[in-house]
């Protein structure tokens, strides 16, 4: 079992446990539901069940990305600029798998609070994920703008 | 709580397979666009080798979630275990093949 001390902290984290030293400790976490089932009580499994689904909603908002980003590659005419449609294509594949790996950490990390009645861990992954979406479609709608108006 | 249980007990696992099942169907149209970009346009041995794979991730995520769902539906109340992370990793394999395919 791991020191809890060390693990309860949710402090040290800001969009993820990649940026921490503690991330293969963290990797670890996502696999070892032993010991995350020794540690603290169980609670009301209501609770891990809402749990589930937020990672599952997650898990489905990676996919949209994910399928965004192939949509973009299979259907999208090239565009004028060499390169733009495959720059979306990858942006879009990466924030997908980064929003599904980050959807398992915080999975995770919920049930190790839970198990020890601490409070669920506070992220900044929302926000920022919600301000890279809108950066990535203001500056669509500019390339879009900008190729309509050379035509 | 003190007025007692509003819903069943048994709606929160219903609720939990439904969102196992909406999993699967993005998941598949996700796949379904993946061999779309892979090989229906330029199909090349790499395309198709990628398309494997893409079809044994898909199989993957299907036999997780048919099992959660089955011991869902059994009412068992432990947690999901290792499921979630290879579940996620599986998504990230399908990013990761998109990304191969497109380079």
């Given at each position: 079992m791991l020191p809890v001390s060390r693990l309860g902290?949710?402090?040290?984290?800001?969009?993820?446990?990649?940026?921490?030293?503690d991330v293969f400790r963290a990797i670890r976490q996502w696999f070892d539901p032993t010991d995350v089932d020794e540690i603290g009580t169980a609670p009301d499994y209501r609770f891990s069940l809402a749990n589930e689904r937020t990672f599952l909603a997650w898990l489905r908002t990676g996919l949209a990305l994910i399928g965004g980003g192939l949509a973009v590659a299979a259907f999208v005419p090239p565009l004028r600029w060499p390169l733009v449609r495959e720059v979306i294509t990858v942006s879009l594949l990466l924030l997908g798998a980064a929003v599904a790996l980050r959807a398992v950490d915080h999975w995770a990390r919920c049930e190790r609070a839970m198990r020890l009645g601490q409070p669920l861990p506070r992220s900044r992954f929302p926000a920022v994920l919600a301000l890279v979406i809108g950066a990535g479609a203001v500056a669509l709608l500019v390339v879009v703008l900008v190729s309509g108006l050379r035509t | 709580m003190s007025t007692g249980d509003p819903q069943p007990p048994g709606l929160q696992a219903e609720r939990t397979r439904l969102s196992w099942r909406r999993t699967t169907l993005a998941a598949t149209t996700v796949a379904l666009l993946a061999v779309t970009a892979a090989i229906v346009d330029n199909p090349t041995p790499f395309g198709l080798a990628a398309t494997a794979l893409l079809g044994f991730a898909w199989l993957a995520i299907l036999a997780i979630a048919h099992s959660r769902i089955d011991a869902l539906g059994r009412g068992v109340t432990a947690t999901a275990g290792r499921w979630p992370a290879i579940l996620a990793l599986l998504v990230t394999a399908y990013a990761v093949l998109g990304a191969v395919l497109i380079i």
């Open positions: 902290s949710a402090r040290g984290y800001w969009v993820s446990p990649l940026l921490n030293h | -």
